[in-house]
Structures are given as structure tokens and as C-alpha cells.
């Protein structure tokens, strides 16, 4: 079973807001990265914030808890970022490169679609521990 970290960044706009992305190949996703030998998931969240989402200066300010989905160990780590926009594309090198697009998904709202199953397991565990009211 692997680690993984899932650094969540929620704002507030008419609800519970959280950064989520389009991923060109595989649908919606959260930021969500292997915890390498000899880091912490707290170390691995900030990493892939910054490697997938080109966010600087991210810090943990507390935990979700974790949780297992397919298979692997997810950790998942609420953030705290300088102000971001509503909405911006970030070039990630990940696989050969991707364009990844993020935008703010409403928390609590039908995560269908295009939403991988592990996301929306990952959502819904989220939106529990954050004790967000579900339609």
C-alpha cells in the first residue's frame, strides 16, 4: 500500500469552495502525489502543490485524517495558500508534461461525471470530516 497526499484548499464564496482541476487525459481530480522515502505527507503536500498546481508558499495548518481508496493510503491535509484566482492553467511536467486547468468545485455539490471514482470517494470523505452539509 502506498501513501499518498491530498493537500485540500478551501475558500469560502456562497458555500465551501474546493481547488480541483481538469487533467487533459483522465478528468476531474484533486492535487494528490506519492509520499516519497523519507518525507512526511505534510512535506508531500506542499511538494505536489507546488509541482501540479505552481503554488508557492503553501503551508499545513491542520488534518482530515486519512483514509483508504483504491488501494492506497490517502492523507488528506488542509492548506492554507496566498489568495489564488478563481480560475488559471498551470503546465505540470508530470508524464511528458500536461496542461492541467484548476477552478473551484462547490463542495457538497454532485461530483458525477467527469469525476474519477477515487475523487469522488475522496470528496465525499472531505466534505464528511469537514462537516460540510451534502444536497
Known amino acids: 500500500m502506498q501513501h499518498k497526499a491530498c493537500p485540500v484548499v478551501l475558500r469560502l464564496r456562497g458555500g465551501v469552495e474546493i481547488l480541483a482541476f481538469r487533467h487533459p487525459q483522465a478528468g476531474l481530480q484533486l492535487v ?3 509520499v516519497e522515502a523519507g518525507e512526511t505527507p505534510e512535506q508531500a503536500a506542499v511538494r505536489e502543490l507546488m509541482e501540479e498546481a505552481g503554488i508557492a508558499g503553501a503551508r499545513v495548518t491542520g488534518r482530515f485524517g486519512a483514509h483508504g481508496i483504491a488501494g492506497n493510503m490517502w492523507h488528506f491535509l488542509r ?3 496566498p489568495e489564488l484566482p478563481d480560475s488559471w492553467t498551470h503546465r505540470c511536467t508530470d508524464d511528458g508534461g500536461h ?3 484548476f477552478f473551484w468545485h462547490r463542495l457538497g455539490d454532485d461530483a458525477a461525471g467527469d469525476w474519477h471514482a477515487s475523487f469522488r470517494q475522496a470528496l465525499a470523505f472531505i ?8 444536497p
Do not use: I
Open 127 to 134: 466534505a464528511e470530516s469537514a462537516d460540510v452539509p451534502t
Open 99 to 101: 496542461d492541467f486547468a
Open 32 to 34: 494528490k502525489g506519492t
Open 79 to 81: 492548506m492554507q495558500t
